[in-house]
């Protein structure tokens, strides 16, 4: 257990909806990660907030959005969604934004 | 571009053989890390190599960086069915600046 915990674990839902993907980080951690992971793909990295900045920004789309709150929770939107949209979105922490990262055990979105 | 690249990108090892992956970057690396993804898992850190030239073992597992901070290598000695998984490399320049995992090495180990 890595002490960093995703909500929902499975998501199903219809392409054009909008969900909402919830991530809290290990105790003490103040950067937040954002990566999807397509079947049998890498990791692409998304964002990255740090004590509620945002830090970095990969290749996220614009129809996804993502905030790190005061008490240091982050959440992913993801909007107007398409097939291709379905992957297994982690989360993951540390304490600062080059230390090593915490992964979540994930959110497995289908869009169908 | 900011590339990181990783060869093999699959391996089939014989339980007990060696097994290495190699991640090579298009650009001077400031550190790099190594992650593990068990099948149906989340990554998982192994080790993060700051310094050129730098040597560092895990047990069974030695993690290297290149003299020019460009490349690294993880070698597993003896391979065993736990090392199952795939393997990736990350990178980030700056704290400021987006992380970037190679494509990783997919490792199978035939008993």
């Known amino acids: 257990d890595s002490g960093v915990t995703q909500t929902p674990k499975h998501l199903i839902t219809a392409t054009g909806q909008r969900v909402t993907l919830r991530c809290s980080p290990r105790s003490g951690d103040l950067s937040v990660y954002w990566y999807q992971q397509s079947l049998d793909q890498g990791l692409q990295f998304l964002i990255q907030?740090?004590?509620?900045?945002?830090?970095a920004k990969g290749n996220i789309l614009e129809r996804f959005s993502a905030q790190q709150f005061p008490d240091l929770h982050s959440e992913l939107n993801l909007s107007s969604l398409e097939l291709g949209d379905s992957a297994l979105y982690f989360c993951a922490s540390s304490v600062g934004p080059r230390n090593e990262q915490f992964f979540g055990p994930g959110t497995r979105l289908t869009v169908l | 571009g900011q590339q990181v690249m990783q060869i093999p990108q699959y391996q089939h090892v014989q339980e007990g053989e060696d097994f290495t992956t190699y991640c090579n970057s298009s650009?001077?690396?400031?550190?790099i890390q190594w992650y593990k993804q068990r099948p149906g898992g989340h990554p998982v850190f192994l080790i993060q190599l700051v310094k050129s030239g730098e040597v560092k073992k895990q047990k069974r597992l030695t993690f290297q960086f290149g003299e020019a901070k460009k490349n690294s290598s993880l070698h597993i000695t003896a391979t065993q069915t736990t090392d199952v998984g795939t393997y990736f490399c990350?990178?980030?320049?700056?704290?400021?600046?987006?992380?970037?995992f190679g494509p990783g090495t997919s490792l199978s180990v035939i008993p």
């Open positions: 990350a990178r980030a320049k700056t704290s400021y600046d987006k992380v970037i």
């Open positions: 907030y740090y004590n509620g900045e945002e830090r």
């Open positions: 650009t001077t690396l400031s550190n």
